[in-house]
């Protein structure tokens, strides 16, 4: 037994002279690898996102699904107060089918339930004449959104599929006070009175509040500099910013959690800021609320 101790702390002693002559040498922890090269951070792409959530370099490719139009870039629509239009499963061209204008978009709501099944979820698809997408939203009650605000553009194409999909136009730049008047809401909410929406744009002093939809700053709200406060959304999404005579720029959106007032202020050091000039033109995919307030630049 003690021959077997004695062999035991030999090798420890052994094998501790061994570590700590190995660490003599340690120069700090090895850069990261890939396919066994090693890799510098992106120190550019770093202070983006910490400062804006701005994503910047190769990754930035992957947010682009297709491409987009030319026509985002192009000055805003006005509000022209035509009669709401409702619009269904099928293909629609503006200014033939259905008239021009900037239109504020609302969703028939949908209630997935085997007792009172009523489902009306619909994608709503906008393309140029090159058949290049100018927007897109999924109007679901739970996946998607169903309120949202966009430029109707003379010969664009809108293609809508899903689900008994049911979405009214209204050429103003807020709901009446029954929005549902054209479509066929679920029973059940009707009854509960859980028929709820929100404005596509709310501006209360320094903040903003949109949901989904593409908006021109210095048209829809001030230019400047932005907390991103709030986000509300099925999931993390994004917000494009584009600039003339720029390459679009990513910023992601996280979903935020409400907070008691009281912490908003000693939290507000740490949202991401954007800065947005006029004539900018914005497109949050995909968004619920998006609340932006602005600070001193």
Avoid at 6 to 28: N, W
Avoid at 76 to 101: F, H, K, R, W
Avoid at 171 to 179: A, Q
Avoid at 210 to 225: N, P, R, S
């Amino acid at each position: 037994m003690k021959k077997f101790r004695g062999k035991l702390l030999a090798t420890s002693l052994l094998g501790l002279t061994l570590l700590l002559s190995g660490c003599s040498d340690f120069s700090g922890i090895r850069k990261p690898l890939y396919n066994g090269e090693p890799v510098a951070p992106n120190e550019e792409a770093i202070e983006a996102y910490q400062t804006s959530r701005e994503i910047v370099g190769t990754e930035k490719e992957f947010y682009f699904r297709y491409p987009f139009s030319a026509a985002i870039q192009e000055s805003s629509l006005a509000y022209t107060n035509a009669d709401p239009v409702l619009l269904e499963e099928g293909t629609y061209t503006i200014g033939e089918n259905i008239p021009a204008g900037r239109v504020s978009l609302i969703g028939n709501e949908s209630v997935f339930t085997s007792e009172n099944n009523a489902v009306h979820v619909g994608n709503l698809m906008i393309r140029d004449e090159a058949a290049d997408v100018y927007f897109e939203n999924l109007f679901h009650s739970d996946y998607g959104q169903l309120v949202a605000q966009v430029d109707f553009i003379e010969g664009h194409e809108i293609e809508i599929i899903g689900d008994d999909p049911q979405i009214t136009a209204f050429y103003t730049g807020e709901f009446p006070e029954d929005p549902y008047v054209l479509m066929d809401p679920p029973e059940l909410l009707v009854n509960l009175e859980r028929l709820d929406f929100q404005q596509p744009i709310v501006t209360d002093g320094a903040s903003v509040t949109l949901t989904a939809g593409i908006y021109e700053v210095g048209e829809h709200f001030e230019a400047g500099h932005y907390h991103i406060q709030t986000v509300q959304a099925p999931h993390n999404t994004e917000l494009i910013r584009f600039r003339e005579g720029e390459e679009p720029a990513v910023y992601e959106l996280i979903q935020t959690v409400e907070m008691e007032e009281e912490n908003v202020e000693e939290m507000s050091k740490d949202y991401p800021t954007i800065a947005l000039q006029n004539g900018d033109k914005i497109y949050p995919s995909l968004i619920r609320t998006l609340q932006l307030v602005k600070v001193a630049e």
